[in-house]
């Protein structure tokens, strides 16, 4: 059977990834969570860039408990860079929600900042926020949430190295 991933070699990397190719592979930290309805939390998570030689970048994250290593939470999509600065992502998580989410990207400052479209079969989530920022070699990120009840609100931040 042919095809797949049989070579460790990756495809060269599309001209249009390269503003964003510092995102390109694996990061690792913790991070933490809260919002007015619920306790906080911290958290341990990994996320993955990766590409295929076209004009968008793979994105999975997942998420465990710090003590116990017990899985949480995970995510993936699409992240899909504009020559004009702007970036259009789409993210699937496993609780069931789909977000739709545009933005811009700044390769110079290395900030990518997303403001959802559309969240998907939410039951009370309308918003998602999410700025994602690379602070003296780390990936920080921010993400923000508005319910049917609360308004925009922090939700999620955490800090990561390249592994």
């Known amino acids: 059977?042919?095809?797949g991933d049989g070579g460790s070699t990756a495809p060269p990397l599309h001209p249009g990834l390269t503003p964003l190719s510092y995102l390109i592979g694996k990061w690792r930290?913790?991070?933490?969570?809260?919002f007015p309805t619920i306790n906080s939390f911290k958290y341990g998570e990994e996320i993955t860039f990766s590409h295929s030689g076209k004009p968008v970048m793979s994105y999975f994250q997942k998420t465990w408990k710090l003590a116990s290593g017990q899985p949480m939470h995970s995510e993936s999509g699409y992240w899909r860079p504009k020559q004009?600065?702007?970036i259009e992502v789409?993210?699937?998580q496993s609780t069931g929600l789909v977000e739709v989410q545009k933005g811009t990207y700044d390769a110079g400052k290395k900030v990518?900042?997303?403001?959802?479209e559309l969240v998907g079969n939410?039951?009370?989530?309308?918003?998602?926020?999410?700025?994602f920022e690379l602070v003296d070699g780390e990936l920080s990120y921010v993400v923000?949430?508005?319910?049917?009840l609360?308004?925009?609100q922090p939700h999620l931040k955490a800090l990561l190295k390249k592994l």
């Open 1 to 3: 059977m042919e095809g």
């Open 29 to 34: 930290g913790e991070g933490e969570g809260g």
């Open 84 to 86: 004009d600065g702007s």
């Open 90 to 92: 789409v993210i699937s």
């Open 112 to 116: 990518v900042k997303l403001q959802s």
């Open 122 to 131: 939410a039951s009370k989530v309308k918003e998602i926020t999410r700025v």
């Open 144 to 148: 923000q949430m508005a319910t049917s």
């Open 150 to 152: 609360i308004g925009l």
